[in-house]
T-cell receptor, first 112, second 115 residues
Framework: QKEVEQNSGPLSVPEGAIASLNCTYSDRGSQSFFWYRQYSGKSPELIMFIYSNGDKEDGRFTAQLNKASQYVSLLIRDSQPSDSATYLCAVRATGANSKLTFGKGITLSVRP | DGGITQSPKYLFRKEGQNVTLSCEQNLNHDAMYWYRQDPGQGLRLIYYSQIVNDFQKGDIAEGYSVSREKKESFPLTVTSAQKNPTAFYLC??????????????FGPGTRLTVL
C-alpha cells in the first residue's frame, strides 16, 4: 500500500513568518511530487511540482525534495492571511500510469 | 476560456436513486480522472481514463460507473449500490505525458448529499 503522510495540523503561524509543511511517502520508487492548495469549499489548485532532489523556488514558495529520506516539504515565506488553506501533498510512483496518491492534507492558518 | 467544468455544483439524491455528475474539459487533455473527498480526508481515486472508450478502476470504484465517449467528457454515475455517496466529487484532467512531467488540474467540484 503506497502511503503519503502529512504531519498533523492544524498549523498556525503569524503573518510574515515562514510556514513549513512536510510530507513523507512510503514508495521509494516515487518520481514526481506535487503540492496543491485547497481553500475551504473549493477544489485543489496546483502550487508547485518537483522531480529532482534539492530545492525549487517559485516566488514565496520553495519545494524541497530528499528522495533518500523519502521526504518532500513546502516552505512559504512571508506568510499572508490569504495563504490560510489546506495544503495537499501528492506523489506519483514510477509506472503508476500517472495516478497520484494524495496525503490527507494539512490546514495552515496565518494569523494577522 | 480553457478549463474544466463540473455540473451541477450541488446535487441532492434520495436513497435508491442513481445520479450522474458531469465533467467537461476544453484543454485537449487525453486523461481524465474522478476523485472523491470526504471531510478531513485526502482525495481518493474512483476511475480514470487515458483515452476515449477506455477507462480503469481506481481505488474505490464500487458503486460508481463512468463512460468516455468523447475526449472532452467523462461523466460519473453514482449508483444506488454506493452506500455512502455523500462527498465532494472532483474531476481532473492531464495531458498524460510520458515520464514524470504529467500534471493534473482540477475542476470546481460537485458536492453530493444524500437525503
Amino acid at each position: 500500500q503506497k502511503e503519503v503522510e502529512q504531519n498533523s495540523g492544524p498549523l498556525s503561524v503569524p503573518e510574515g513568518a515562514i510556514a513549513s509543511l512536510n510530507c513523507t511517502y512510503s514508495d521509494r520508487g516515487s518520481q514526481s511530487f506535487f503540492w496543491y492548495r485547497q481553500y475551504s469549499g473549493k477544489s485543489p489548485e496546483l502550487i508547485m511540482f518537483i522531480y529532482s532532489n534539492g530545492d525549487k523556488e517559485d516566488g514565496r514558495f520553495t519545494a524541497q525534495l530528499n528522495k533518500a529520506s523519502q521526504y518532500v516539504s513546502l516552505l512559504i515565506r512571508d506568510s499572508q492571511p490569504s495563504d490560510s488553506a489546506t495544503y495537499l501533498c501528492a506523489v506519483r510512483a514510477t509506472g503508476a500510469n500517472s495516478k497520484l496518491t494524495f496525503g490527507k492534507g494539512i490546514t495552515l492558518s496565518v494569523r494577522p | 476560456d480553457g478549463g474544466i467544468t463540473q455540473s451541477p455544483k450541488y446535487l441532492f439524491r434520495k436513497e435508491g436513486q442513481n445520479v450522474t455528475l458531469s465533467c467537461e474539459q476544453n484543454l485537449n487533455h487525453d486523461a481524465m480522472y474522478w476523485y472523491r473527498q470526504d471531510p478531513g480526508q485526502g482525495l481518493r481515486l474512483i476511475y480514470y481514463s487515458q483515452i476515449v472508450n477506455d477507462f480503469q478502476k481506481g481505488d474505490i470504484a464500487e458503486g460508481y460507473s463512468v463512460s468516455r465517449e468523447k475526449k472532452e467528457s467523462f461523466p460519473l454515475t453514482v449508483t444506488s449500490a454506493q452506500k455512502n455517496p455523500t462527498a465532494f466529487y472532483l474531476c481532473a484532467s492531464s495531458m498524460w505525458a510520458s515520464g514524470s512531467t504529467d500534471t493534473q488540474y482540477f475542476g470546481p467540484g460537485t458536492r453530493l448529499t444524500v437525503l
